[in-house]
């Protein structure tokens, strides 16, 4: 259940090489053979619910991404707050 787990902080290895050598038709073959497993993330970067803003920008541009989710103190993702 998600949640559950503690959630383990990585490092992120930046991708190499040029995706527009690929021509169209493959991309779509190899897309239609991929699963969400073959591509998910099975280690997340996440940020203590404690973090001050400047902690989570600074999270943010280390590991150029744009969200992750807040975990508790026992690393457990919290639920969203819905306005």
Known sequence: MLGDEPVAPVRTVPVTGSRASVPREEKVIAMKRT????????????????????????????FRISAFPVVDHEGRVMRSRQR
Do not use: L, P, Q
Not at 39 to 51: C, E, G, L, S, Y
């Open 35 to 62: 699963t969400v497993g073959d591509v998910m993330t099975t280690r997340v970067v996440a940020v203590h619910k404690d973090a001050s803003f400047k902690e989570m920008i600074v999270k943010m541009r280390e």
